[in-house]
């Protein structure tokens, strides 16, 4: 069967000028057109979205260099074009306006890229072109366990100090996850082995093995219940056999004790901050993500979910917690991306400030 060549030009839109990229669409696959509507229901498309309209209030009308790779098409394309010496910056700013486009995945630099480099600055490399290393690009979050060591250097782990605040490993960075120890993008204590990257099987290993890179959405679940076959849900699959939050059940799916551990670790924390660095804290959904529990009711209630109440009396200890329950919290789909990974950053997270203040971690097993 024929394959045709495409210009993408028709339906890339404002990203025209920037980049021609020429697909081959398979014969007997989706449509030019079928891919495009695909493309415009997904978040990538929604132009209304909070990662595409951050920015429309400065003043130059642009997107800082820092924030454009992952945030427009035109900065992922000048990134991908470039040497990519900074993991997600580049060194110029681009025009406000744009999403995540055709040319954002499809440009030259996008389909060649191989290999890429993560904020802890390992360089992940024999990735599956065009499959998973544009992908890895965006979806890797901006700080690694590192960040959080400089930002503690020299200090003593329960000692408050006004220099520190809250690191954000910033969202969905499913790559960071699917890597683990091979990406270093958790906190990752010192004198424990991670797992590394999470191969899964030959052919549900890589990005868009799993998610249609133009809808988004994973493969249906009946497709993963072709081996496991007790998932209805994503959340229900697990060969782990064993316990490892305690709770005696190993059929549960692995989602479970990840959501399990990753409870326990609010309340740990919440019980350090009161006890250790003397202010009662509380996670909310919104930046900067930890607050002031100002009535200690352990629930980030109206007006406490606002920046100028941002919790401000940090130790090192409490940074490196608060820093693995945000990762795991911005990976909605750590259970698939790689369970293990998660489950030992939590169970770490525990046990390290279990050296401070009452844990129970009895039961509990590290995988
Ligand atoms: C390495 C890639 C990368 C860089 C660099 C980056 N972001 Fe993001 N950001 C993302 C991704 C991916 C999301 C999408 C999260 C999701 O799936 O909803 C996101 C989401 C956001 C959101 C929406 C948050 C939400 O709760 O939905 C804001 C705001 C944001 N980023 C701000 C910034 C700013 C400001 C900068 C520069 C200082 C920046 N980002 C740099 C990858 C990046
Ligand atoms: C987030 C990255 C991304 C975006 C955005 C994107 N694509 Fe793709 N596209 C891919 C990947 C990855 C593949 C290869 C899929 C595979 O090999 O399984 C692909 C494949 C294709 C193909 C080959 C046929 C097929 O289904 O395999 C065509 C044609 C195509 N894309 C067109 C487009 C058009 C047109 C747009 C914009 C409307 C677009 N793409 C947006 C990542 C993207
Ligand atoms: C140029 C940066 C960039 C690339 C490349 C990219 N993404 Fe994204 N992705 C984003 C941003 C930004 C968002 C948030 C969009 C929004 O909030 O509407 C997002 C959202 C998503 C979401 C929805 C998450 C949610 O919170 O609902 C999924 C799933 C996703 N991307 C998967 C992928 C996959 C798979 C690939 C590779 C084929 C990919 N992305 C490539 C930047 C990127
Ligand atoms: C083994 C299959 C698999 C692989 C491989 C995989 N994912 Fe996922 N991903 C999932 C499942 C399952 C979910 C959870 C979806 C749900 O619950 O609806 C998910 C969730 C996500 C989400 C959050 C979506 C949301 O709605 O909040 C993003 C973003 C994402 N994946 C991106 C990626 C990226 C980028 C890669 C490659 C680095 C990747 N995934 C690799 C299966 C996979
Ligand atoms: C061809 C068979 C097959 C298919 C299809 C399959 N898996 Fe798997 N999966 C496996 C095998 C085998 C393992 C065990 C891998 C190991 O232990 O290294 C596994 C393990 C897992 C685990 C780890 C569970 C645990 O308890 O540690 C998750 C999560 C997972 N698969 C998710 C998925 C998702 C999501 C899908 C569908 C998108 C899927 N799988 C489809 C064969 C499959």
Known sequence: MPIRSFLLTLALGAAAALAAPAVAQQAGGPSL????????????ADRTADAFTHWN??????????????????GA?????????TPGAIDHPVPIGQNVSCAACHAKGAAELTAVLFPSGVLVDALGTGSE????????????????DAAAEGMEADTVTADLSFINVHYTPAAATIMGGTAKGGYE??????????????????????????????????????CHKEAEEYTDIRTSKVDFDGDGDV????ADPIATLHGRLSDAIAAYATEVAGTAIVYGNAYPYFFIDTDADGAAGEGEAIYPNRYQTWTPRLLKAAY?????????GAHAHNPHYALQLLHDSLADLGEAVDVDMAGLTRP
Not at 58 to 71: I, N, T
Not at 77 to 83: E, I, L, N, R
């Open 33 to 44: 057109a079928e891919i495009t509507e695909a493309w415009l229901a997904s978040p990538h």
């Open 57 to 74: 209030d400065e003043e130059d009308g642009m997107v800082p260099g820092r924030c454009a790779v992952c945030h427009t098409t035109q």
């Open 77 to 85: 394309v000048d990134y991908m074009a470039g040497p990519m010496s």
């Open 133 to 148: 290393a544009t992908c890895a690009v965006c979806h890797q979050g901006r700080a690694w366990g590192g960040t959080v």
């Open 189 to 226: 204590y010192e004198g424990r082995d991670y797992k590394g990257t999470f191969t899964h099987v030959k052919d549900l290993a890589t990005c868009t093995d799993c998610h249609s890179p133009h809808t988004l959405k994973p493969v249906p679940v009946a497709a993963c219940a072709s």
């Open 251 to 254: 059929t549960e799916g692995i």
């Open 324 to 332: 693995n329950y945000q990762f795991v919290k911005k990976d909605t």
